[in-house]
């Protein structure tokens, strides 16, 4: 890895892992509310209503 110990490597793997799992979690999140939003279009901002949530129904 080019690193100068061990302990070095290690800290770098476990803080990349750390970073990884945050891109996959952001990533999931977004499809989930994308995947919301396919199957049921409402959940959209009426853009001419100036509301920003979804009324209860």
């Not at 799992?21 to 952001?26: G, N, R, S, V």
């Given at each position: 890895?080019g690193?100068d110990s061990?302990?070095?490597?290690l800290?770098y793997?476990?803080a990349?892992?750390e970073?990884?799992?945050?891109?996959?979690?952001?990533l999931d999140?977004?499809?989930m509310?994308?995947?919301?939003?396919?199957?049921?279009p409402?959940r959209?901002?009426n853009?001419?209503s100036?509301?920003?949530a979804?009324?209860?129904e």
């Open positions: 890895m690193h061990m302990r070095a490597a800290i793997q476990h990349t892992a970073a990884g799992q945050f891109i996959a979690d952001a999140a977004q499809m509310t994308v995947r919301a939003l396919l199957e049921d409402r959209l901002t853009p001419d100036g509301d920003t979804r009324a209860e």
